[in-house]
């Protein structure tokens, strides 16, 4: 069945350091959404790609979908310890549309100050 | 964005027993989607309630176990059956507004603690 892989699962950086998650899914995706979720709280949504070779930006996010769409990136800038949280790629389950998303195993940033 | 109000927030339940989950949306939307996610793990989507029908189910969750309401077009809930402690998860609604693109807002979730 359809599998979404995240790396790595734990990421310990010095504040100001680069930070960096991989997606790879095992069957090409419509589009790959990435959500952010604070300790104790709930998913938060990112971003949307939809596009082969798409990248976003948003402030010190960059984001990335691969030219075969399905792989995908998230880069932070010089972190912050706002930054920490849980992140998550997600991409629709084979064969579905809107809301039915599979996730990531999902990448625990802490970032020490 | 839509506003999304969940409770219980959490509980802590006996095993065998029942808890019904309520989630209520600020908005009509026609989907309400119901996930799981065990502790340190990631989101697992439980069923897909529609407005009018019977809820549909993700393979590895049935009816019986997680029986879905959905009375309105802002209104679900979840009921977690004949509780075990493997059920010790929060369970998160979420709604998918596709005026705003194809993204999931999520409710805060219920913590459930099974002992």
């Known amino acids: 069945g359809q599998q979404v892989m995240q790396i790595p699962q734990y990421q310990h950086v010095q504040e100001g350091e680069d930070f960096t998650t991989y997606c790879n899914s095992s069957?090409?995706?419509?589009?790959i959404q990435w959500y952010k979720q604070r300790p104790g709280g709930h998913p938060v949504f990112l971003i949307q790609?939809?596009?082969?070779?798409e990248v976003k930006k948003q402030k010190r996010l960059t984001f990335q979908f691969g030219e075969a769409k399905k792989n995908s990136s998230l880069h932070i800038t010089a972190t912050q310890t706002t930054d920490v949280g849980t992140y998550f790629c997600?991409?629709?389950?084979?064969?579905?549309?809107?809301?039915?998303?599979?996730f990531g195993q999902g990448t625990i940033l802490t970032v020490h100050p | 964005s839509a506003v999304i109000s969940q409770k219980p927030s959490r509980d802590i339940c006996q095993r065998g027993t029942s808890l019904t989950i309520q989630c209520q949306v600020d908005?009509?939307?026609?989907?309400m989607f119901w996930y799981r996610q065990q502790p340190g793990q990631s989101l697992t989507l439980i069923a897909t309630?529609?407005?009018?029908?019977?809820?549909?189910?993700e393979s590895g969750f049935v009816i019986d176990k997680f029986p879905i309401s959905r009375p309105n077009l802002t209104f679900s809930t979840l009921t977690v059956s004949n509780m075990s402690p493997e059920d010790s998860s929060i369970y998160l609604c979420s709604v998918e507004l596709t005026e705003l693109g194809e993204k999931l807002f999520f409710g805060s979730g219920t913590q459930l603690s099974v002992l």
């Open positions: 908005s009509q939307v026609t989907m």
């Open positions: 790609l939809v596009k082969s070779g």
């Open positions: 997600a991409g629709p389950i084979e064969g579905t549309s809107y809301g039915k998303l599979t």
């Open positions: 309630a529609n407005q009018g029908s019977e809820a549909t189910y």
């Open positions: 069957t090409t995706l419509s589009n």
